[in-house]
Structure formats: C-alpha cells, structure tokens
C-alpha cells in the first residue's frame, strides 16, 4: 500500500493566555498536504492571487474581515472595488474546496476550561496544542502518512514567566512525540493515535512567505468562530458563513463522515 510524506501548516487565532481579556476562544488550525501536491497546489493559489492583483498579496484573515485593514491592505493600494474584492473572497474559497488539501482545527474556550478544570489549570495554548496532534495523528493514520512535517506559523513574545512561545511549543512537541501528556498518560498505545512518523523538530515559516500558512491562518479564524458562534457543532447547520465555505475540506471520521471530533473539536466539549 502506497504511503505518502504528509505536511501540516499551523497557525493559531485568539491570545494564549488564560488571564488574557478580550480573548475568550484560542485556537490551532491547520492544512495537511501530501508533500507530492504541494507544487501543484501553491502554483494554482499564486496564479488566482495574480489574476486579482499586479503582485502577490498576503492571505490574512483579519485583513478580510476588518474594514479598515481591508482598505489598508487590498482595495486603496491596488484600486480594486468592494464588490471586485468580494468576488476574490468567494471564488478564494471555491478554489480551497477543490485543492488537495484537508483542514484541522481545535478551539479552547477559556471559561469553561477554567470551570471545568479549577483545580488544576492548564495552559489553554498546551491543551489546544495537544488535541490538535491528535487529530493529526488521526489524519495521519487515516491517510497513510509515511512522514509527517510540522510547519508552524511563526510565534512572536513570550508568556508571563518571561519565556519564549516558540521555545514553549517546541518543547512541547517534543514532550508529547515521548508519550508525555498531561490527558492521556498512555498515549503512545491509544489506537490509531501513532505519533512515531512525526518529525521531532517543528519548524517555524514567516506567513508572508509561505501561502500554505496563510490557508491555516484562514481555516483555523472559521473554526474557531464556527465554535464561538455554535459551539461544539461542526455538522450540522447553522454554519457562521466563512465555515461553510471551508466545511467541504475539513477532515472527517471515514466510516461516518463527520467532522466532530475529528476535523475538529472543541474543549471542554
């Protein structure tokens, strides 16, 4: 049976820290891509960018969204229209659907973590992290992955002891590729949970060089509001708008095709 090298791009969304205010949902989202299709994919999304703009323009998903930054970013310096740039928007989404490309995602919402697990408290950047392995590891295992590489969005500041994220999560993949979580004591034996075609090292991208992370940028934003606005639900409608144009490629249980617990997840369910 034929394998396959797998690459996962990761970005998160919302601030990592428990206390943080203004920031009640933290999210990891991510793509999976054979690393076979990765030319093929990004040539088709480098040439639909230039066919709405002179040169090659940065996905971000608060730009989308927020007026301000749209004008910033997208419409003043390249004279396009409100309604041209919408168009750009839906047929972006349209051309994701028919990539080859599966998305992942886990949302934290602080409260009811906190709730939850009073006694003891968890970083909700390590437990989200940790889960979205998970899934995958899941992927992985479904798809035949011979190899997995992580490629994670570059991680800017340190948390409130004074060190360094990227430093933080580093660790921690490393920690959970030994079987080491804080959840699942045996983790290595979990079936169908094999972590062992994991690269040890994660490797960190700029997202204005690298479309793929910028993709994870924007699936892992419709996650998590999908989880904000319709908690725990990822199947069924309501859908928020941008989830529904990214629901087609999420990853799914293959005997039931849900996307619950698989594609995504939300915690504490």
């Not at 921690?172 to 169908?192: E, I, N, V």
């Amino acid at each position: 049976m034929s394998r396959y090298n797998i690459r996962l791009y990761v970005d998160d969304t919302g601030t990592k820290e428990q206390e943080a205010t203004g920031s009640r949902f933290f999210a990891y989202g991510g793509i999976a891509i054979r690393q076979s299709n990765e030319a093929f994919v990004e040539n088709r999304l480098l040439a639909f960018v230039r066919n709405y703009f002179p040169e090659i323009v940065e996905l971000k998903s608060r730009w989308f969204r927020m007026h301000d930054l749209r004008q910033e970013h997208y419409l003043d310096p390249y004279g396009i229209s409100q309604d041209r740039f919408d168009q750009f928007s839906r047929e972006l989404f349209g051309l994701l659907c028919q990539l080859p490309i599966r998305c992942i995602g886990v949302v934290v919402d602080k409260i009811r973590q906190s709730s939850k697990y009073a006694v003891r408290r968890f970083s909700p950047s390590a437990v989200c992290y940790d889960l979205f392995l998970q899934r995958a590891a899941n992927f992985c295992s479904q798809y035949k992955g011979q190899r997995v590489d992580i490629f994670v969005d570059d991680i800017s500041g340190k948390n409130p002891k004074g060190h360094k994220w990227e430093d933080l999560l580093s660790k921690q993949h490393a920690s959970l590729l030994k079987g080491r979580s804080p959840f699942y004591k045996t983790w290595k034996s979990r079936p169908g949970m094999d972590y062992s075609k994991f690269n040890n090292t994660l490797m960190f991208l700029d997202s204005r060089k690298s479309v793929f992370i910028q993709v994870a940028d924007v699936c892992a934003y419709n996650v998590m509001r999908q989880a904000k606005d319709h908690w725990g639900n990822f199947d069924d409608s309501p859908f928020y708008h941008g989830y529904s144009w990214i629901k087609p490629i999420m990853h799914r249980d293959p005997d039931t095709g849900r996307i619950g617990h698989y594609g995504a997840l939300c915690f504490p369910d």
